[in-house]
């Protein structure tokens, strides 16, 4: 069975300063995908940034970058200077490559609140 | 990058009525399309998954006579809610799955989503 937990309810960060959201995911697989999503208020779904397993570094697009750490099964997300646009709710989500029939696993989500 | 469109954006109907919605992959083929359901503040519930040309795999508790999926093409897919109820009012969110270019990731793209309201 797969995970995502992500325990933090809402989050808030002062414009212009980076903000870490915290991403823990559990699975048998040995072979899986992580991402992040944005949603704003409008409801869009909106891709962020990948992560493989087997990745050697850790991802980054932009001001987002994924600190992935293995051996902790950890897959937190890292916005740097934050801009008011970046308030939303985040969603960690994983695909296992061989496991759930391809079917992705979502978090309950973070919701980020950007300060002026 | 890769689009994924759905209409209605919003739709408000009579409850008893019929509502479908469509999915577009728009720039690349979907190997697969996912449908979801989201209540306020919540996470995404998976609701089916459907492949081209084959039936959707509904998840346990979702009623396929009551949400039908059409898997048309590899870039269409549809939902029609039957006999829509005010606890069907929720908003609902599309799935593909697809590379936008070859080799690269496999990634799930999402529509906008459908508000539906049912009166």
């Known amino acids: 069975a797969q995970k995502i937990t992500q325990t933090q309810p809402g989050m808030f960060v002062q414009e212009k300063e980076a903000v870490t959201l915290d991403c823990t995911y559990d699975?048998?697989?040995?072979?899986?995908?992580l991402f992040w999503y944005k949603q704003p208020s409008s409801g869009e779904m909106i891709f962020l940034i990948y992560?493989?397993?087997?990745?050697?570094q850790n991802a980054t697009e932009g001001r987002y970058s994924l600190n992935f750490q293995k051996a902790r099964k950890s897959a937190n997300l890292v916005i740097s200077a934050s801009q008011l646009g970046d308030s939303a709710m985040y969603f960690c989500a994983m695909r296992g490559h061989n496991t759930n029939a391809g079917k992705s696993t979502f978090g309950d989500g973070t919701t980020l609140t950007v300060k002026p | 990058g890769a689009v994924v469109s759905q209409h209605p954006s919003r739709v408000i109907c009579k409850s008893g009525t019929s509502v479908k919605i469509e999915c577009r992959s728009l720039?690349?083929?979907?190997?697969?399309m996912f449908w979801y359901r989201q209540f306020p503040k919540q996470s995404l519930m998976l609701m089916a998954t459907s492949n081209e040309g084959s039936k959707a795999t509904y998840e346990q508790g979702v009623e396929k006579d009551k949400f039908l999926i059409n898997h048309a093409s590899l870039t269409l897919s549809t939902l029609t809610v039957t006999s829509a109820h005010p606890e069907d009012s929720s908003f609902y969110i599309c799935?593909?799955?697809?590379?936008?270019?070859?080799?690269?990731?496999?990634?799930?793209?999402f529509g906008p989503g459908t508000r539906l309201t049912v009166l």
């Open positions: 992560q493989g397993s087997y990745d050697q």
């Open positions: 799935s593909a799955r697809g590379r936008q270019e070859a080799g690269g990731t496999d990634t799930q793209y």
């Open positions: 720039d690349f083929q979907a190997t697969t």
């Open positions: 699975t048998s697989d040995p072979s899986y995908g």
